[in-house]
């Protein structure tokens, strides 16, 4: 599933002006609503899918140290603090100006940047019972996916076989399980457990 350069921006392009539409119908108490996140509510996973596009190198350099070069440290610090200091509008409003920035995680390139905002999405998605993004765009994140990013989430597929119910998707080794394709993101990023 090998997409050029400015296919895989136009699925980044979609996916935030589709969670931007999402966000802008909310009710303000849905911003509290607990995400797929550990301990970050929606507020604060708006705030950290868009710190990349506000952050000067200089502040995530100082976060950094100050988190004593714990990413993930740092990345929880950001969004609490971001949460807390802009209200749902405008939260809202940088991601809807940035729909088209160019930002890529180090490292991972475009496709990182559409598996951060597919993943993100599904964390405030699916506690408020909004429409997932398209299985085919889930389908990319997952064909993206290789041992170090599996790893990074610490899930063991443990002699099974996650197979795409709704796209070509397959993932591990042994017994086929078939999911839907945001099912097999959800339990390969930690988020749901393979049942």
Not at 126 to 152: F, I, N, Q, T
Not at 175 to 185: A, F, M, S
Request: glycine share 8%; charged share 25%.
């Amino acid at each position: 599933m090998s997409l050029t350069d400015a296919e895989l921006k136009q699925h980044i392009h979609a996916e935030r002006e589709r969670l931007a539409d999402l966000l802008a119908g909310l009710p303000d108490p849905a911003w509290d609503t607990p995400s797929l996140c550990a301990g970050w509510r929606v507020r604060e996973v708006v705030a950290h899918v868009t710190a990349p596009f506000r952050t000067s190198l200089p502040r995530l350099v100082a976060g950094l140290v100050a988190a004593r070069f714990s990413f993930d440290r740092y990345a929880d610090r950001a969004a609490r603090e971001d949460a807390a200091r802009m209200p749902a509008a405008e939260l809202l409003a940088c991601l809807r100006a940035n729909i088209t920035n160019e930002w890529r995680p180090p490292g991972g390139g475009l496709a990182g940047a559409l598996s951060h905002d597919t993943i993100h999405g599904l964390d405030m998605t699916e506690p408020l019972g909004l429409p997932s993004p398209p299985p085919e765009r889930v389908a990319l994140v997952l064909a993206s996916a290789d041992k170090r990013s599996l790893a990074y989430f610490g899930v063991d597929l443990a002699g099974r076989q996650l197979r795409g119910a709704d796209a070509d998707i397959r993932l591990g080794e042994g017994e086929p399980v078939e999911l839907p394709v945001k099912d097999i993101l959800l339990v390969v990023t930690g988020r749901r457990p393979l049942g």
